[in-house]
Nanobody, 126 residues
């Protein structure tokens, strides 16, 4: 059974930091793309960051570039999202996802991911 379990969400003031973790099991995740997506109330789910199987290729949405960093530890089957200088507009439920391929080009989309975690809420207050 494939499982993705996110942790690390919470409430923080603007300018603060959080680190999200996603522990994967039930699949050889080290061979697949991993990504973080988020969904704010009333908005569509959007990609935040993604990383290829080896960590040599990463993507960050323009809205988080320079503030968020994605990384992975394949030995631990875990992917991380370090979020710095958080803003109120970063408030959302953050989802971890596993893709169907080992690598990507351009911006990954939710349609390209086949396994999802249940999400963790991040709330940033001004």
């Amino acid at each position: 059974q494939v499982q993705l379990v996110e942790s690390g969400g919470g409430s923080v003031q603007a300018g603060g930091s959080l680190r999200l973790s996603c522990a994967a099991s039930g699949r050889t995740f080290r061979t697949y793309i991993m990504g973080w997506f988020r969904q704010a109330p009333g908005k569509e789910r959007e990609v935040v960051a993604a990383i290829n199987w080896s960590g040599s290729n990463t993507y960050a949405a323009d809205s988080v570039k320079g503030r968020f960093t994605i990384s992975r530890d394949n030995a631990k089957n875990t992917v991380y999202l370090q979020m710095n200088t958080l803003k109120p507009e970063d408030t959302a439920v953050y989802y971890c996802a596993s893709g169907r391929k080992a690598d990507f080009s351009g911006s990954p989309t939710p349609d390209g991911m086949d396994y999802w975690g249940k999400g963790t809420l991040v709330t940033v207050s001004s």
